[in-house]
Every structure is written in structure tokens, then in C-alpha cells.
């Protein structure tokens, strides 16, 4: 199946200060991405939609100006945390959608675990 | 009420059992039902994906899809250890690039 890497894997950082996420789509060309955030056994809550070229599109709920979202090429999007405080620790998977595949089938990057002290 | 209903479990089971998770959801316009698999701290990976209803079989692995009674299914036979994890159903609407709905989850674990 297709892959999607997430950079990092891990980031830990103190609050107030900004972290980014990378999502790439390594063997496939992607126009639209997925961000996702995960609490401790739950499942995934849709955070936005990142369309290659446009703005993302925001679920309720989601500040846009606090996770910022870049999708400036087909293999990458990137999710900016900013101002990160302790509430925003979280593990954060995003998604890309294969065109070539099913209609609404998506592949999941590894996740990014973010804690903020 | 939840779009999509599933029991989080947990489940444990025998090495060698068959296993039978299920989701149930309320909106007809599902039409792509999928089952993805998540390990502790990764991120999930796609299973099975079945469009509209029927079942599919890929290796040990089953999915049914009851669209008169908004119910699906994953069988797995043979289970194994490794097959422990958090499984996911996921349903979207036809012909388009909406994004998925997710159930809760149920965490599967299969003791040796």
C-alpha cells in the first residue's frame, strides 16, 4: 500500500513556543491530507482538511489560527502547533488520500507524539 | 447518539480463536466501510475496505457489510499474538473525498 511518513516522531517542548509537523506522501502524490489528533484510547478526531494549493478547512471546534496547517506541494502538508500549551499534548496522525486508490481510501502516516511541559 | 457505534472492549481471546468485531452506525449514505488496525503509538493501517454491502476475505482476515441492518464486521480466524491491537471501523459516504468517520475502537488483545 502506499506510505506516509510524519517528522518527527516525538517532540517534546515547553509551553508557549510553536512546534511543526511534517506529513509526506512518499510514493504517491496526494491533493488532499488529513490532520488528526488521538487522546489516550480514544479514537481519532478530525482536526482539518488540507488541500494541496488552498486553504485548509477546519473542523468545530479547531482554532485555525492555533494549529496551522501548510500544503504547499502534492507529497507534503504540515501542521503547526502554536503557542503550545499542556492541553495541546496529544498524539497527532495525519492521513493522505491515494487517488489512484478507492474512492475514500486514506493511509495513515506513524503519528507524532507532542507533549508540552 | 453516536454516527458510529463500536465496543471498545477490551477483548481478550485464546491464540487460535476466531475473532468477530462489529460496528453498527445510524447514516444510510455510508457507503465505503473500512477496518484498520492501530499498535500501541502508531498510527492505524488499513485492513479491509469493502464499497456497499457483501463481505470480502484477504487471508485471515473477513469483512461483512449488513447495510439493511447498518452493521459490519470483521472476522479474524487463526488469531495470533501479533494480531494484538486497537481496531478501528471507518465509513464514508460515496464519490466523494469526505473524510471518514471512526468508531471508538475495540482493543483486541490474543493471548499465547
Known amino acids: 500500500g502506499a506510505v506516509v511518513s510524519q517528522h518527527p516522531s516525538r517532540v517534546i517542548c515547553k509551553s508557549g513556543t510553536s512546534v511543526k509537523i511534517e506529513c509526506r506522501s512518499l510514493?504517491?502524490?496526494?491533493?488532499?491530507m488529513f490532520w488528526y489528533r488521538q487522546f489516550p484510547k480514544q479514537s481519532l478526531m478530525l482536526m482539518a482538511t488540507?488541500?494541496?494549493?488552498?486553504?485548509?478547512?477546519?473542523e468545530q471546534g479547531v482554532e485555525k489560527d492555533k494549529f496551522l496547517i501548510n500544503h504547499a506541494s502534492l507529497t507534503l502538508s504540515t501542521l503547526t502547533v502554536t503557542s503550545a500549551h499542556p492541553e495541546d499534548s496529544s498524539f497527532y496522525i495525519c492521513?493522505?488520500?491515494?487517488?489512484?486508490?478507492?474512492?475514500?481510501?486514506?493511509?495513515f502516516g506513524p503519528g507524532t507524539r507532542l507533549t508540552v511541559l | 447518539q453516536k454516527e458510529v457505534e463500536q465496543d471498545p472492549g477490551p477483548l481478550s481471546v485464546p491464540e487460535g480463536a476466531i475473532v468477530s468485531l462489529n460496528c453498527t452506525y445510524s447514516?444510510?449514505?455510508?457507503?465505503?466501510f473500512m477496518w484498520y488496525r492501530q499498535y500501541s503509538r502508531k498510527g492505524p493501517e488499513l485492513l479491509m475496505y469493502?464499497?456497499?454491502?457483501g463481505n470480502k476475505e484477504d487471508g485471515r482476515f473477513t469483512a461483512q457489510v449488513d447495510k439493511s441492518s447498518k452493521y459490519i464486521s470483521l472476522f479474524i480466524r487463526d488469531s495470533q499474538p501479533s494480531d494484538s491491537a486497537t481496531y478501528l471501523c471507518?465509513?464514508?459516504?460515496?464519490?466523494?473525498?469526505?473524510?471518514?468517520?471512526f468508531g471508538s475502537g475495540t482493543q483486541l488483545t490474543v493471548l499465547p
Open positions: 471507518a465509513m464514508s459516504p460515496s464519490g466523494s473525498a469526505r473524510q471518514l468517520t
Open positions: 447514516n444510510s449514505a455510508f457507503q465505503y
Open positions: 488540507s488541500n494541496e494549493g488552498s486553504k485548509a478547512t477546519y
Open positions: 492521513s493522505a488520500r491515494d487517488p489512484s486508490g478507492g474512492a475514500n481510501e486514506q493511509f
Open positions: 469493502t464499497y456497499s454491502s
Open positions: 510514493d504517491f502524490q496526494a491533493t488532499t
